[in-house]
């Protein structure tokens, strides 16, 4: 058995525990309480014990795609990335995905729920030891297209897939494939994750088949009038299987319809307001009872890994929309960066606090030098004076999956920005693979 102590100990299920400890033992929790009863073990000072983050909603092969098209809107964005994305092949995809599975364990994230294009990311879990999601994205109009797009990548990751790494599926979007393709993957019985609602240029397409989508339309399926939460749900192909990433412009009724279904939804909000698409209704998508869970989305959007500014934005952007300083508090953004997320992806069983029986997926951060301690409000602390560089350790399965110092970056972001460099080349290499 192995027993790590703090200053505080978070459970999320449960209050905060002053001078707490976690037991561990073969890869689960086996008891939280006060060092005073279990012992104090591996003590970390000045330093709290919390529940590994469940990174909701990421895209860990564009780890390198930072600020490639900042400042486009949505459309002309997405085009940028789909000419850049195949200058690259398989290795290259790899390289990106490990760097950025590092840099999750190095922000206390211990699960993701990755949309992987390629599905480099499962090999990159697998690698590092992140538990993972990882829904293989298909495209298009044609039901079997998209379930031979899922095989093709299937028999690439399957030697990667574990108890740990789990594979699901992910039709992209709406506006790129049809309700026969989410009718296919829905068929296949795995978890799902999509977009939805996530851009007013999606949605102009979606509505009247105009506006910036426009010179992308070869990759589109064509419009029905109809935001597609109201076509699946009209088609009955909502359930609760299915994540979907962002829902930043939807209606009272589409926020009805998406609970009703009980969809889950990745809550994204740096990557919403950097790429200017809005602020998502958090309260009314918490209010209606939706399982949400918080996510940082891919680097191609947002500038870091790091889920502690994922954890500040999520309050922010809550205070900012409802004007309202009581919208949500700290230990609301990391109830929701946990168990939430944990809920999110059907994973709420298994991980997301830090309880006896549940995997002992946890992080230690430290708050020192900084102005939270002492102590004041131990969930504030954390999310507030919180980032990846304070991060002491991150737990998964119960075994050191990081540790401050520990990780041969260099060896990391050498591969990285090797495939960076082929991505901002013209031309694509002999190894680029169609996709
Ligand atoms: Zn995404």
Avoid at 76 to 82: K, N
Avoid at 83 to 104: D, F, H, N, T, V
């Amino acid at each position: 058995m192995r027993i790590l102590s703090a200053d505080w100990v978070l459970p999320v299920e449960g209050e905060p525990i002053e001078n707490g400890a976690v037991a561990v033992r073969d890869g689960r929790i086996e008891a939280v309480g006060t060092a005073a009863a279990l012992g104090e073990g591996e003590r970390f000072e000045d330093a709290a014990i919390v529940p590994g983050f469940v990174n909701a909603h990421t895209h860990l092969e564009y780890a390198v795609y930072a600020a490639f098209g900042d400042g486009l809107s949505f459309a002309p964005w997405l085009a940028l990335h789909i000419e850049r994305k195949a200058r690259i092949g398989r290795e290259e995809s790899e390289a990106i995905a490990r760097l950025g599975a590092a840099q999750c364990l190095a922000s206390g994230v211990t699960t993701v729920g990755d949309a992987s294009f390629a599905g480099a990311a499962a090999h990159a879990c697998a690698e590092l030891g992140l538990r993972a999601i990882v829904y293989l994205e298909v495209f298009g109009s044609d039901g079997d297209g998209a379930l031979g797009q899922f095989r093709e990548k299937l028999d690439y990751v399957r030697p990667a897939l574990s108890e740990r790494v789990q594979v699901g599926v992910s039709p992209h979007a709406p506006y790129t494939c049809s309700t026969e393709v989410y009718r296919a993957c829905l068929s296949l019985d795995i978890p799902v994750t999509t977009h939805f609602n996530e851009s007013q240029d999606e949605l102009d397409w979606l509505l009247r088949g105009e506006g910036p989508m426009l010179p992308v339309r070869p990759l589109l399926v064509e419009p029905d009038g109809q935001s597609g939460i109201r076509r699946l749900a009209a088609a009955g192909v909502l359930d609760a299987r299915i994540v979907a990433a962002h829902c930043v412009k939807v209606d009272a009724e589409e926020i009805e319809l998406l609970a009703r279904h009980d969809v889950a939804v990745a809550h994204c909000p740096r990557s919403n307001a950097l790429l200017g698409c809005g602020v998502a209704p958090l309260a009314e998508l918490r209010a209606a009872g939706l399982r949400v869970g918080v996510g940082t989305d891919g680097i191609s959007s947002v500038p870091s890994h790091d889920y502690f500014e994922e954890l500040r934005a999520v309050v922010s952007a809550a205070r900012a929309r409802t004007e309202d300083a009581g919208a949500l508090s700290p230990a609301e953004a990391l109830e929701l960066g946990t168990l939430g997320g944990a809920r999110a992806l059907g994973l709420a069983d298994e991980v997301g606090s830090l309880v006896p029986g549940k995997r002992a997926d946890l992080a230690v951060v430290t708050l020192a030098g900084t102005p939270y301690v002492p102590w004041e409000d131990p969930a504030a602390a954390v999310v507030y004076g919180g980032g990846s560089p304070q991060i002491l350790a991150t737990l998964v399965d119960g075994e050191v999956r990081y540790e401050r110092g520990g990780f041969r970056w260099h060896e990391l972001t050498d591969a990285a920005s090797r495939a960076r460099s082929l991505l901002l080349q013209d031309r694509a290499p002999a190894s680029a693979q169609p996709r």
